[in-house]
């Protein structure tokens, strides 16, 4: 395919609009508040009138003083026992007739202790002094009371003897209650239940009515140029949250909908940017691209989903381990980009929205970072680590930036932020679903087949021995140049170790296996050698598809040689008398390189190869074979198609020139031991 020609792919357009739609359907159906305020400034916007009623929220302090009030005041629970006042009536209903009782005396005595009983007698308690209210359970039915109006035996004591005392005035008040003995009857029927008033207790510390008050329609909320005070923030906050739910999404269910819209196109129409302009080949594999919007389109579903259920949710979810799965499978510069705007859409749909877009903006950056060298094992924990520290600082500079202080800092907020961090690592082995799903491949599937003691590397070594040493040496070269230049040494390694496994299939085809004094190419002519030379990279694709090696190594293989020429045995043919003009049989058929990777494998595997032939190692002569390779690469248009630069070129030659001088330096002659 050439260059751009991804572009005219109607796939690529058919994918964002699939994209484009998903979004804009599950957008929250609300609307977004138009002002932007800050305590302490001027309101900018003309004066705002009230156009709903809507309730005044109360402060967070508020809430958090309110709820430290209820926790100190314990209102203890009572049970009322309806069989104490009948037991005790029965009981005094016994006197009637007998000596020296006087009925109509027994009979105020019996009603008023009923009345007594129905208000409620309390048994003897500690610390009732400081209680104002008390609950009272009666049936099912339970009722606050003062505690002033329920009766104490003292006080039930004292009652008895006044209304005797009113009642029957030519008695003496003491007397008859002594004579009646009233005491043995006044008997507490309210029974304190501790595990109700814990659980009562619980209640009214949980359940903090969260508004003080209305604002009514046409009401003054706020007048143009008034500077934006607490009791004005408070009201617009409560004004905002009412507008987002209910009057911004009724006032115009198009006009929302349009707004969705057009914010869904900039964030896919960004995603697109970042990639076309910072990896732009990922737009040529589908598969790649696919991933990309796979993730963003996840991300945009997991955070409408737990927005629905609960907002505050939304600091659970780890949003760091999507930047990790980017960094498994892109380098750490076009992974920043692409996290950030994916990141997008969670700024847009909540209110606290813009503090979760930076906190996990920081623990996405310093995940890419710290993956790279914490990802295996108990490190895994560290990196986790990292990233709550990420979520955390950020989380206090929100804090802080507020009024200057903590007394908002919330530990069930640290806790999710904790969750948070322990659940990326959970999440890592979904990667591996992505890497089967889209045809990727990850750090850890390279740096496995980077092991020498793979199967298919081990088979190269038995039947080609010469080519499994040469392979080491070009991914010697090729890593150490990607590291030189920026590039990834791992994915060079494993291209250089890989690149001539076709040599497998003929193996004495090739000088570096043959023994010593055979020539495979006797009696072929030049046409023929070439072809069997040739066919080598054909052979190490069908290979590595046998053994299902991922496509970005089997590239190495088809690009390694390029388009060039089989010289040795094209400059045979020339010398016999053959056309120079007649090519053909002698090229290669292979795709040129497009990365630096397979860049820098060409390179190194031609300079390798070379290196052998050299009669001395001097660094001249080492200099002089390294330029003229290159150059011959250069000036053969090899590298036309390659994302590399010439300073980078420049890098990579020179590191082969003191890599190769390492490899080939002078040695020391031992000298023999004379015989006397």
Known sequence: MEQHNFLRDPKIYLSLLIVLVVTVLLFPEEGKFKYNYQKGRPWVYETLLSPIDFPILKTDQELLREKEEKASEVIPYFDYDNTVANLQIRRLRTLHGKNGIDDHVLYYIMESLYNIYTVGILPPMDNMSTVGTIVVQTDKRAQERPIAEVYTPKKAEGYMKYYLSVSFPSYDADSLYAAYHVSEYIV???????????????????YISPTKGMVYAGQLIVSEGEIVTAEIEQLLDSFKQEYELTYGYAESVFGVGVGHFILCLL?????????????????????????????????????????????????????SVFAIYLTMFFKSRYVFPLYAVMLLPLMLQTGSGVQLYFMNLAGGIISIISFKYFNKGWSQFLNSLFIFLGLFLTYMGFLLSGDGTLSLFDGREVFRLVVNSLLVIAAYPVAFIFERLFS???????????????????????????????????????SEAAREIGADMTLARVGALYHDIGKMKNPQCFVENAPAGFNYHKGLSPEESAQQIIRHVDDGVDIARRHKLPEVVIDFIRTHHARSLTFYFYAQYCNAGGDPENKEPFMYHGDLPRSKEQVIVLMADAVEAASRSLKDYTPESISNLVDSITGKRLSDSQLVEADISIKDIEIVKRMFKERLEQVYHERIAYPTIKKS
């Open 440 to 478: 990727l491949v990850s750090h850890f599937r390279l740096v496995d087949l980077s092991d020498t003691n793979v199967k298919l590397l081990r088979e190269l070594a038995q039947k080609a021995p010469g080519t499994f040493q040469h392979s080491l040496q070009v991914a010697n070269l090729a």
């Open 267 to 319: 964030i896919a129409a960004s995603l697109f940017a970042v990639v076309y302009y910072t990896k732009k080949d990922v737009l040529e594999k589908r598969k790649t691209f696919y991933f990309i919007l796979t993730l963003y389109v996840l991300m945009f579903v997991l955070t409408v989903i737990i927005r629905g259920f609960n907002p505050d949710y939304l600091f659970i979810v780890p949003y």
């Open 188 to 206: 507490p029927n309210l029974t304190y239940d501790q595990d109700k008033t814990n659980l009562f207790h619980k209640e009214a510390v949980d």
